[in-house]
């Protein structure tokens, strides 16, 4: 297991987009791990050093939220009434809520320390795409 985040992050074609704002990109990594998908990651070159707490923070926040997830579906489990449903559902939204802003915080974190967050075009298909999935670049 590494040490450090990789700089590149697997989203779903539905959030592709020319130019993204952090929030779009926080609000899908989020609901990527929220749907069991984990972010399939790989690190072309060291991070800066400015750039390595942040990132820890995103991995760290990323784990946290599987965990979090886990928690609350196990404390729930597969409720039956509509109420139960309701209020399983309104617990998740608030949970996610809170990590896409955890998240945006920490782009915004990556961006003030040099990163530059590139997201591929849809027409182009640039290498960062790979089959139906797409790859968020952070470049130093």
């Known amino acids: 297991m590494e040490n450090s985040m990789p700089d590149t992050v697997m989203f779903p074609p ?15 990594l989020v609901r990527e791990v929220a749907a069991g998908r984990h972010p399939h990651v790989t ?7 400015a750039a390595r707490s ?11 939220l599987d965990r979090d997830l886990a928690r609350l579906r196990r404390r729930h489990s597969a ?6 449903r309701i209020r399983l559902a309104i617990a998740e939204a608030e949970l996610l809520g809170g990590y896409v802003r955890d998240v945006l ?9 040099g990163a530059e967050v590139e ?10 795409v790979d ?10």
């Open 79 to 84: 409720p039956t009434s509509a109420g139960g």
């Open 54 to 64: 942040a990132a820890e923070t995103l991995a760290d926040s990323l784990d946290e």
């Open 131 to 140: 089959g139906d999935r797409i790859i968020l670049r952070l470049q130093w």
């Open 105 to 113: 915080q920490t782009l915004t974190s990556l961006r003030l320390v």
């Open 14 to 28: 539905a959030v592709i987009a020319d130019k993204v704002e952090d929030r779009v990109l926080a609000a899908a």
């Open 119 to 128: 997201k591929a075009g849809e027409r182009s298909q640039p290498s960062c």
């Open 43 to 49: 690190l072309a070159q060291p991070l800066p050093p």
